[in-house]
Every structure is written in structure tokens, then in C-alpha cells.
């Protein structure tokens, strides 16, 4: 059976990310509304949901469950929606899915009221913002095939994973405050690092980093937050999910290398994240679940859970494009299906010593990788050029050649991912888009 068919333009086209299945939440602002506020996006438009809840039938009769929040899809982010829980979230998009539904009865008042109040939006036309007030930023270590590659490379096979690698979903604690949203150009930083690691004794210096990466990750979103002392039980981890982004973890491997030893990332990782701005519900993904990379090991009972399928089948990408060429070139492709561990299980370990997590909390899954015939599963260039020992090459449309080991000034890497089922249709997350800037003058 097909997926039902939407009267917005672009919404059936197959290759759009933004289809019936999906309605994804967002911050945009417009030349009319120049300040932030709350959208969906639908096909070739975004639901201007600030102008939507104008209209005096919004709460009342189509969006009962907001009754007693009104204003909400006026504020600058989306934390205030959020705070509301899965079952609001599920009945506002669903309402708002069966006014994009061609026929159904609640379209019919969409697209007479729509040109009136201006509701429905070019997505080329608007400005997006950070979705979410962002308190706290935990980046995992959940890409299991990823974790060996780097592991290997480092230490060897027999020693790739360290000891506790199976046990706990292992991350570090990352920094909210320089997370930006698509399309913000990104600095190369300064650091402190070791340029010839065969001297000895090691000599660091400080300049701008030599090995400039990126990791293709995804990002969730909390919603509900937990008091102080009191764990999420694995099985209610789901409840304080909200949705998921498109995450880049920018990362400085000369200077992480340096600095990680022994309490892990630090100015090598906090310059710069990328997410994707459109936030794609759970409910949007859950009919993507699947079993994720296996484990041999037997895990503690707080991390148990009831289903196999506990991640989802996402097809990731990236690209680089070079801005003297303007021509894109691939990276990678990989799946979000290889991660050895779960969003609940990441949010039930993280509070297991009674972390009180809050309403936009924003946990990253590690790079994803995977393992591919023609080498090119690495979720980042430390493992696609084995840590700068293999060139990547190119060759232009003008017969040139590109080569890289890491990143140069003016790349820009756009990373993509959308799920897809021909009975439900293409979920995805839209773009998240990095160009890199040359580092300050030492000033």
C-alpha cells in the first residue's frame, strides 16, 4: 500500500526528506516575523506555526491538547513544546499530518485559511535557528564499528576496545555553548599538540590544528526531565525522548591526541557541533527500529532492554565540496543501525547515579561507521585516511585532481540521512552543512 498523497507542493516528490511520514519541528524566522519562533516543515514549505495559532478555531477545536499553553510555538525555541511530553507531540502531529493529507477533512480549512494568514512558507525563504535551548551537550561513544577502527589503529586488534567498552555506553561531556545550527561556518582552531610524535621527549607547540576532521553522528533531543537522585529506568527512556538531529562533532585529532590523556576531549572537540535545524519526532522514526550491532557481552540489568530493535535503520552521508571547484565529492555512506548502543540505554546509564537531565539536553551517538568492500564506511577522516597516512583523491569535472587526508580551509562537509519504507515514505533530517574558516592571526 502506497503512502497517503499531500496537496503541498514538493511533499509527494520521493526524494523530499519532508513527507507526510515526517513533520518535523523547527525555529525559523521570515522577513514578515524576523523574530524566532516555532515551524513544521512540510514538503517544499515550513508551517509557520507561530501565524497557525492565531487563528481563533487553533486551540479550541483542531489542537485541544495545547489549550492551556497558548503562546507556546511563539518562543524562541522549541524546549517549551517539548517540556509537554510524547503524547502532546504525537497528537499535534498527527492533527497537523491529516491537514496536509489531500482529502482529509482538516485540509480543507489548511489551505483556505493558509492563504489568507500566509501559514504555509518557501523553505528558501527562512531563516533557521538553533531548535532548542541547549543546557548540558553529552557526546557517546555508541559506534561500536567506529570504536575498532579507531581502537586498531591506535593499539592494535587484539586491543582495539578498552575493557569497559561493552559494559557502559562511554562518552565525554561536551560543550552547549559552541553548537550551532547548519550552515555556520566553522573555525579552524588553535592548540596545543605534538607535530613529530617520534620525538623524545615530546615537544608541543601551539598553532592552528593540521588534522581538522568531522564525524557524522546523530543527535536526541530530551524532553521530559528527570529530579535529581531518581535514574530513568530503561524502560521509560523513551518517554523523555523528544526527537533527533543530524549532529557533526568537529573534531581536532592533533590536538585531541595531546590533550585526551587521561581525563579525554577538551579543546580538540569544544570549538565548534553542527546540527541539523529540523528536529524529527521519535514517533516519526519509530517504524525504522532496528536490531543494532551485536553484543557478546552480558550487560548490567539497568541496561537491559526488552527489544533487539532498538535502533534505527537511518542511511548517513557526506560530502565534501571544495569551494575553488565548487564541485561535491563523496565521503562516506554509512547507517545509524551500527550502533552497539541505544538512545535509552545512553539516557538510563547517564542517570543512573541520579544525573538530573533537563528539557533540551542534547546527547550525541558517537561517529557512526560501518564496514564497506570499497573502504569508504568511515564516519570521519581519521579513519578514511587512516589518521593521514592515505590520501582520498578526486578527480574535478575540469580534469584536475583533489586530494585529503584532513580538512582544508573553504571544505565544506554537508552530512545527510533519511529512513525509507515504501509503504510509509522518506523520513529525513534535511541538511547539516559545515564550511570551514582559517584560524585567527595569534593576536
Given at each position: ?376 564506511g568511515g564516519g570521519s577522516l581519521l579513519e578514511l585516511s587512516e589518521n593521514g597516512k592515505k590520501e582520498l583523491g578526486w578527480t574535478t569535472a575540469s580534469g584536475g585532481v583533489q586530494n585529503r587526508t584532513f580538512l582544508l580551509d573553504g571544505d565544506t562537509v554537508t552530512i545527510r540521512g533519511f529512513a525509507f519504507d515504501d509503504q510509509i515514505g522518506r523520513v ?16
Open positions: 500500500m502506497a503512502p497517503p498523497l499531500s496537496w503541498v507542493h514538493g511533499t509527494n516528490d520521493p526524494d523530499t526528506d519532508f513527507s507526510l511520514a515526517n513533520i518535523p519541528f523547527g525555529i525559523i524566522s521570515t522577513k514578515a516575523k524576523p523574530r524566532p519562533h516555532a515551524a513544521v516543515a512540510i514538503g517544499s514549505y515550513a508551517c509557520d506555526l507561530e501565524v497557525f495559532s492565531a487563528h481563533p478555531d487553533f486551540y479550541d477545536y483542531y489542537f485541544p491538547a495545547l489549550r492551556d499553553h497558548h503562546g507556546v510555538f511563539s518562543q524562541p525555541t522549541l524546549n517549551a513544546f517539548a517540556a509537554l511530553g510524547r503524547q502532546v507531540h504525537h497528537e499535534v502531529r498527527d492533527t497537523l499530518k491529516n491537514m496536509f493529507t489531500d482529502g482529509h477533512p482538516f485540509s480543507h480549512f489548511l489551505q483556505v485559511v493558509g492563504k489568507t494568514l500566509m501559514i504555509l512558507v518557501p523553505l528558501d525563504s527562512v531563516k533557521m535557528h538553533l531548535p532548542m535551548q541547549i543546557g548540558d551537550y553529552t557526546d557517546f561513544y555508541a559506534g561500536v564499528v567506529h570504536a575498532t577502527h579507531v581502537g586498531t589503529m591506535f593499539r592494535g586488534p587484539e586491543n582495539a576496545l578498552q575493557p569497559n567498552y561493552k559494559h557502559i555506553p562511554v562518552c565525554y561531556h561536551g560543550r552547549s555553548s559552541s553548537i550551532v545550527v547548519s550552515g555556520t561556518p566553522v573555525r579552524r582552531p588553535w592548540g596545543q599538540f605534538v607535530a613529530d610524535p617520534t620525538k623524545v621527549p615530546k615537544q608541543p607547540e601551539t598553532r592552528p590544528s593540521q588534522k581538522l576532521d568531522f564525524e557524522v553522528e546523530l543527535g536526541c533531543f530530551i524532553s521530559r526531565p528527570n529530579d535529581m537522585g531518581m535514574p530513568i529506568h530503561i524502560e521509560d527512556a523513551e518517554d523523555h525522548i523528544f526527537g533527533y538531529v543530524l549532529l557533526n562533532d568537529w573534531s581536532a585529532r592533533d590536538i585531541q591526541a595531546w590533550e585526551y590523556v587521561p581525563l579525554g576531549p577538551f579543546n580538540g572537540k569544544n570549538f565548534a557541533t553542527t546540527i541539523s535545524p529540523w528536529v524529527v519526532l521519535h514517533e516519526a522514526l519509530k517504524p525504522f527500529m532496528t536490531a543494532g550491532e551485536p553484543s557478546d557481552t552480558e550487560l548490567q540489568p539497568y541496561l537491559q532492554e526488552t527489544s533487539r530493535n532498538n535502533v534505527f535503520d537511518i542511511k548517513l552521508s557526506a560530502d565534501l565540496q571544495i569551494t575553488r571547484d565548487n564541485e561535491a565529492f563523496k565521503l562516506t555512506r554509512t547507517n545509524a543501525k551500527h550502533l552497539l548502543w541505544s538512545f535509552p540505554q545512553m539516557i538510563a546509564h547517564h542517570t543512573v547515579g541520579g544525573c538530573p537531565l533537563r528539557t533540551g539536553d542534547l546527547l550525541g551517538s558517537g561517529t557512526i561507521s560501518s564496514v564497506s568492500e570499497l573502504g569508504d529525513g533530517f534535511g541538511e547539516c552543512i559545515g564550511r570551514v574558516e582559517g584560524a585567527l592571526g595569534r593576536g
